[in-house]
């Protein structure tokens, strides 16, 4: 009993350290993967995307703020842990943009079409939950007939 009361303090320390990885490494592999599986595209209103994951804050501060463009068959997807509500808004960005928002039955509950960079700091968002935002080029949801209750699929 006297060798339990001297080790226990290790002990408790060495469980407390064992949580803190698991719970760790449990959030990075949901970062790194979705159900398991990398995502490489998703199918939305009868057209495949190639994408990008936002996955960890600061991908998704920066999202595609900066870049001097993105190509007509690709976007950006942002993944949140759990759904909340997230607004967007058009900081640094070189041009206009469409924004998805998602819910965790990957229905869309909100667009933003032809969001401007002259737009900032206006945000925009469906004030709801939600647990994912795809960001395409600026008329991809006019063009397709995209519209809220629509369904996408990923892709792996």
Request: glycine share 8%.
């Amino acid at each position: 009993m006297k060798k339990f009361k001297k080790y226990f303090p290790f002990i408790v320390v060495i469980i407390f350290v064992a949580l803190v990885v698991g719970f760790l490494s449990q959030n990075n592999n949901f970062s790194q993967k979705i159900g398991g599986q990398d995502i490489k595209f998703t199918k939305i209103a009868g057209q495949t995307l190639k994408i990008e994951l936002a996955l960890t804050l600061k991908e998704q501060e920066q999202g595609l703020s900066g870049r001097k463009t993105l190509a007509p068959d690709e976007g950006m997807l942002f993944v949140f842990s759990k759904p909340s509500v997230n607004y967007f808004w058009m900081k640094d960005m070189n041009f206009p943009i469409d924004m998805i928002w998602l819910d965790e039955n990957l229905k869309v509950i909100y667009l933003k079409k032809e969001a401007q960079p002259e737009s900032y700091p206006e945000t925009f968002g469906p004030g709801v939950d939600n647990s994912y935002v795809l960001e395409v080029s600026a008329g991809f949801s006019e063009k397709n007939n995209l519209k809220e209750g629509d369904s996408i699929e990923f892709l792996y």
